[in-house]
């Protein structure tokens, strides 16, 4: 058995929204008619728990003004994890709102928050420079909310001409080029995830969670319109982070930094990446590799000179055959286009050619050979 796609199952079915919860926890005491305009100046989010998830992007009215600028109402905070999962090189950017009285509190430096009833997770894609008219193309728009003590899924696909976003659970593909001053011109069929493949890496067990919003994903700064500041402590001083957080929280390595150990950066990569899926209780827990950053200073937990699995390739010997890449299922793996052979599984078509090379140079320094 390979590291593959969790059946569409009734519980993914409640997760595209079809399941009555019936409780309310709005911000503010105000219905959201379908299809409502992206909110004006002093108009509030919209949020009834009993009526999500509503069928347009608009109805909540997390951005004010036109909706494809993207610009947060009040309540909606941005939010940017330290290091981000690689998704075909498209943009992202993060935002979380609660209702009135909600907050997240600190469980560990490594899991999650846990999140109150009604909190919504808002997670926006896009390209710029797309062809040939070389406009912003904004392709869908992704929540997760907490509501009766579970979190689920809302998928919303953007129109071509940009103006709105339409509920979709079922998936859907996309062809897109774009252009950028590193790579050129690239394409993709970009994937819309449907439900059970949102489910399939946001999974603790049968229990849905997030993946980014954990403390040492966190604890860097960002620059707010009000100016830079540590994100937990902005969590906080906007209300949406319990007070009282343990001193000395670890931040995850930024992998993109050239000045810390490659060793360190390919953690925090990994971490990103992959540890969603290689961990205990998650999709590829029967595999060897464990990858999620508390648990890779264990140089096996890495695999390396762990034997393979799978019989892909004679020639590969080891998951990380330390100093050869060539005989390493790791760089394999990430090198590869074929569905049947490349990991992530889900959310990459492309090579991720700096993170590839991230890994290449990190195998090449492991020493001595595997036996």
């Not at 999974?203 to 620059?223: E, F, H, Q, Y």
Request: with cysteine; proline share 9%; hydrophobic share 40%.
């Amino acid at each position: 058995m390979r590291c593959g796609l969790h059946p569409f199952t009734p519980w993914a079915v409640r997760l595209a929204g079809v399941c009555a919860v019936l409780f309310t926890a709005c911000r503010h005491e105000v219905m959201a008619p379908e299809g409502a305009p992206a909110a004006q100046p002093g108009e509030p989010v919209i949020f009834d728990l009993a009526n999500v998830p509503y069928s347009t992007l608009s109805a909540y009215r997390f951005f004010t003004g036109d909706l494809a600028d993207l610009q947060p109402n009040a309540g909606v905070l941005p939010f940017a994890p330290i290091n981000t999962l690689f998704t075909d090189y498209a943009h992202k950017n993060r935002f979380v709102w609660m209702p009135e009285g909600a907050q997240a509190h600190y469980v560990s430096d490594h899991e999650p928050l846990a999140f109150d009833e009604g909190a919504v997770l808002i997670k926006n894609f896009w390209y710029d420079n797309t062809v040939p008219d070389g406009e912003r193309r904004i392709i869908e728009t992704r929540l997760m909310f907490r509501r009766n003590g579970v979190w689920e899924f809302a998928n919303y696909v953007w129109t071509p001409d940009q103006i709105e976003a339409h509920l979709d659970m079922d998936g859907s593909y996309l062809p897109i080029s774009w252009t950028d001053a590193e790579h050129g011109t690239m394409s993709t069929t970009y994937r819309i995830p449907s439900a059970s493949e949102c489910f399939t890496c946001h999974k603790v067990n049968t229990d849905p969670l997030p993946i980014g919003p954990k403390p040492r994903n966190l604890n860097a700064d960002m620059a707010y319109p009000e100016g830079t500041m540590n994100q937990l402590a902005r969590w906080v001083q906007e209300g949406y982070l319990a007070p009282g957080l343990p001193s000395g929280i670890e931040a995850t390595p930024d992998w993109t930094e050239p000045s810390l150990p490659v060793v360190d950066r390919v953690r925090g990569y990994l971490d990103m990446q992959c540890a969603h899926c290689h961990s205990d209780q998650r999709h590829c827990d029967y595999r060897p590799l464990r990858l999620a950053f508390q648990d890779t200073d264990d140089p096996a937990n890495l695999g390396v000179c762990v034997l393979p699995d799978d019989p892909i390739d004679p020639s590969v010997t080891h998951i990380v055959a330390a100093g050869d890449t060539t005989r390493s299922m790791m760089h394999l793996r990430l090198s590869s286009t074929d569905g049947a052979v490349r990991m992530p599984l889900l959310g990459r078509t492309l090579v991720h050619r700096e993170g590839l090379a991230l890994i290449n140079e990190w195998i090449a320094s492991l020493g001595p050979p595997c036996p």
